[in-house]
């Protein structure tokens, strides 16, 4: 690698890839999951979108064998790019997303501790918000009552609809050399770290540093294991009832709920995980914190505790 001359300016979180060995079993999943099919170029590769104004959040891909396919951050400049594609780790060049609702132009790198892709993607172009009916009631609190007399609360039972990706986590060999790295090239802050009962470092929270704009408490997690693997990726959507719908329909289904409903303490989401059919780990998550660059590095130690504040136990295969 070579020295850079500034970091990577990273603007948002967009994208997710997914490599499944049953596209059936997985689209059938990904829509009862709450993803919008947007462009299909093949019965092997399939775009999906949520709600919100990314043109899609993630690509279905059939392989061999399920393998997660690494997450696409969109990059202020083209000279991003060329800086990527100059000093990050097996970069590749400058190259065209010619089959990809938007468009755009990226650069592959992998991460050098655990050697999974990413992806950094400029020019692409925005999408219209998807107009489909979601709820904006007021909610009545016992001596604060916001809903008039005589209107009612109905919903629709259906699969709960994704609005952008979140975050995404994985499971690192080394906390050290991947943090390093990270902070290096990229303009990543520290939202929250957890140390060990002796002190040491093994799990960040990544929110961008993006000055005053408020962002999200968290677009990238990891913690260190004894083997690389990619822990989760998040999807936001609506609200607490559509999040719970969507709970009911994926477990009507017949899905392997992982874990939830319940609510995270770092970052503050109502969380609910569950099992793809490759057993990969999908969320959604709603009321999650905004934060801007002024908010200090909050450090604790590991626990049950730092997990969640409600909800189910934290399932022994969650931490493994």
Known sequence: MADAPRKIMLKRIAHVYYKYSDMDKATTFLNDFGFTEEKRVSDDKIYYRGYGKEPWVLCAIKADKAEFGGVGFIVESEEDLRIAAETLPKATKIYELEDAPGGGKCVTFYDPTDGYPMHLVYGQEPAEMLD?????????????????????????????????????????????????????????????????????????????????????????????????????????????????????????????????????????????????????????????????????????????????????????????
């Open 132 to 320: 489909i009916p979601l709820p904006h009631e007021p909610v009545n609190y016992p001596t604060e009552k916001n809903r008039p007399a005589n209107k009612f609360q109905r919903f629709e039972k259906r699969p709960a609809p994704v609005h952008k990706l979140g975050h995404f986590g994985v499971r690192t060999v080394s906390f050290a050399k991947a943090y390093k790295f990270y902070c290096d090239h990229f303009n990543l802050l520290a939202s929250d770290i957890i140390h060990d009962a002796e002190g040491i470092d093994r799990t960040v929270f990544y929110r961008l540093d993006r000055g005053d704009e408020e962002v999200d408490h968290h677009v990238f997690f990891f913690a260190e294991g004894r083997s690389y693997k990619v822990h989760h990726s998040s999807f936001e959507t609506h609200d607490f009832d559509t999040q719970v719908l969507g709970h009911d329909w994926l477990r009507e289904k017949g899905y392997k709920n992982c874990w939830g409903v319940g609510r995270h303490v770092l970052g503050s989401q109502i969380f609910d995980y569950w099992y793809d059919p490759e057993g990969f780990i999908m969320e959604h998550y709603v009321d999650g914190d905004l934060i801007t660059s002024s908010q200090p590095t909050h450090r604790s130690k590991a626990g049950p505790g730092s997990l969640h504040v409600w909800g189910p136990e934290v399932p022994s295969d969650f931490l493994d």
